[in-house]
């Protein structure tokens, strides 16, 4: 390589050999650059290294190093921070073995031919190593990354695969990563290395940055484990190793955190181990996950469908629906009302016929469903028939009905304030009985009148459900506000605290947009009752929980309703539209207002 200007500092600069001007020259320069680096021990070899990881972050897509060679040179780097710790130790060596399975990643993310590239330049073997742990929890994360990227293509999965303990590690990391993190830097502030601080915060903040970042990082690393094993669970020949009763019970628990809510986590595995027969069998035979599914396919949660998607097909697999129907079939026929979810179209129509298809196999087979389950679902079959029927029926009878509820409705409300809610939750039913069908925003307050009387009656199983009728209802989906708040006590009530918090959550972000007097945040002001839920929440579903509580942490002392002191017990039952300022007085149910305007918005729900 030509000799560079004295003022280099650096023989062999990859920045100054990126200015050649001649392109020719340069790529031969960067060449004999990947050449050469992995054998030099010079100081400052990070800080192309770095600026590598910037390149690829930047232009995953680019060709032009993969032609060069920058994967030989990543894997050789990686190997030579494994082998030879008194150079790992020197400079700022320590930084290197990241930054290169970080590029490695970066480059495999899309194009199947960089992946192919990467794979016979030999970078899964120290990538392996790093997974294993020879180094630290940081480089774990990276080496999962690149490892579920090379393992998404399908020229590609082989060779990862071929590496047996691949999965067994991916398998162990998910369940472990948490408290890895936890015990190996969050806990103790004083020990943190300090390249792995510079790393997450790029030297931009102190330790309450730190540690909000490594609970980023912690998700991460659990969410692109899940990723990797993702890939195995659609090769039937792995399925036996992943569907192990241990594992699959703590799925449901792996969500990614508000920190990480892009990824499906657990749920995406579950929905592809549940593709399979044998999956299915799996599944089916644990209670606990069945069901996390059904909370979770009630949810606000993004990757709600997901859960749909595995209820659905455990219930139309012959093998398991037995198994399953009395489990899941409340679930579903609380979502029989949702139109578009995810890929599905008309969702309800298809809950529907599901459900008609069981009850006829029901009737072929000596196996039979619960007396309670098939009432249920010839309720739910009748009022659909009975939405048919409308279609036929005259205006002027429609609009009879639809007056006769609303004189039921005020009845319920009218008991409701006197205190009589078991007498205010019989109207509502009665008006429901009572209300066209086709009347959905007249239903959406019916249903999510009485979820209310079922909170103040400790009934949260019914007051789950009524909300989440009024929701599936409720144009935007899982918009409507008050039902979104009376479901997050109700979670609340049965412990369930990440589904509390999501709705808690959307609770607030609703009533800013709302136009509702009752509803509106006062000069942009969270309402304490949901703040202090919210905090509550966040607490209880806080990733680092179990660990905390496993190594002795702070954050976890005593229950989590004592984060707030003695205040925080009745006013996270107000319902809402009680003002901050009132307390114990019971408040009206909704009134006919709601009755003519319904939802407060009417932009479509899309998916993130």
Not at 28 to 43: G, I, N
Not at 61 to 70: A, R, S, W
Request: net charge negative; proline share 4%.
């Amino acid at each position: 390589m030509d000799k560079l200007p004295s003022d280099c500092p650096y023989p062999g600069c990859f920045f100054c050999v990126m200015k050649e001007a001649n392109p020719s020259k340069r790529r031969a320069s960067v060449l004999k650059f990947f050449r050469e680096l992995p054998s030099q021990d010079d100081d400052g070899q990070v800080l192309p290294i770095s600026s590598l990881w910037n390149t690829a972050m930047a232009h995953p897509n680019d060709p032009e190093f993969i032609n060069l060679g920058i994967f030989e040179c990543m894997a050789a780097l990686i190997w030579k921070g494994l082998k030879n710790r008194r150079w790992l130790s020197h400079d700022q060596n320590i930084y290197i073995p990241y930054y290169a399975a970080h590029v490695i990643g970066s480059y495999t993310m899309n194009m199947e031919e960089f992946a192919e590239r990467a794979v016979r330049a030999g970078v899964i073997p120290p990538l392996v190593e790093l997974l294993r742990g020879r180094l630290t929890w940081v480089e774990q994360r990276v080496a999962v990354r690149a490892l579920g990227h090379l393992a998404t293509y399908p020229s590609t999965f082989p060779a990862v695969a071929d590496h047996g303990e691949v999965l067994e590690l991916a398998i162990q990391l998910a369940s472990s990563s948490l408290e890895i993190v936890y015990s190996h830097f969050y806990q103790f502030v004083d020990r943190r290395l300090g390249y792995h601080c510079d790393l997450l915060t790029r030297g931009m903040g102190g330790a309450e940055m730190e540690s909000r970042k490594a609970e980023e990082w912690a998700s991460q690393l659990q969410c692109w484990s899940l990723q990797l094993i993702n890939c195995f669970a659609f090769k039937p020949e792995f399925l036996h190793d992943i569907c192990k009763p241990e594992f699959l019970a703590k799925l449901p628990g792996m969500w990614g955190g508000l920190v990480n809510e892009n990824s499906p986590a657990g749920v995406g595995l579950l929905r592809t181990i549940c593709q399979s027969k044998l999956g299915r069998g799996h599944v089916a035979s644990i209670s606990s996950v069945l069901e996390s599914l059904c909370n979770i396919a009630r949810s606000s949660d993004d990757w709600q469908y997901m859960a749909v998607d595995c209820l659905l097909w455990l219930v139309q697999d012959p093998s398991t629906y037995h198994k399953v129907i009395d489990k899941i079939a409340p679930t579903l026929i609380d979502l029989a009302d949702i139109s578009t979810l995810g890929d599905y179209k008309k969702l309800g129509d298809t809950i529907v016929t599901v459900l008609q298809e069981c009850m006829q196999q029901n009737g072929n087979s000596r196996n039979s469903i619960s007396s309670h389950t098939k009432e249920e679902i010839d309720e739910l079959l009748s009022f659909k028939q009975k939405l048919k029927s409308e279609k036929n029926m005259p205006k002027e009878d429609l609009h009879i009905k639809q007056a006769a509820a609303l004189v039921v409705k005020l009845e319920g409300n009218s008991l409701f304030s006197s205190g009589n809610i078991e007498g205010a939750a019989a109207k509502y039913s009665e008006a429901l009985a009572l209300c066209p069908m086709k009347s959905k925003k007249e239903r959406v307050v019916l249903h999510s009148n009485r979820a209310q009387c079922y909170l103040l009656l400790q009934q949260p199983l019914a007051a789950i459900s009524d909300a989440t009728r009024a929701l599936c209802l409720h144009s935007p989906l899982n918009r409507h506000a008050k039902s979104l708040w009376r479901r997050a006590q109700a979670y609340d009530m049965l412990g369930l605290a990440k589904e509390s918090l999501l709705d808690a959550i959307l609770f607030i972000n609703e009533c800013s947009q709302s136009s509702d007097p009752d509803l509106s945040l006062r000069q942009n002001k969270v309402p304490d009752y949901a703040e202090r839920l919210v905090k509550k929440q966040m607490r209880a579903a806080w990733l680092f929980r179990e660990s905390s509580l496993k190594h002795g942490g702070i954050h976890c002392e005593g229950d989590a309703s004592d984060a707030f002191g003695q205040e925080a017990d009745d006013s996270e039952w107000e319902t809402v539209s009680e003002s901050d300022g009132e307390d114990d007085e019971r408040r009206e149910a909704d009134d006919e207002t709601e009755w003519k305007s319904g939802g407060h918005r009417g932009d479509a729900y899309e998916k993130s």
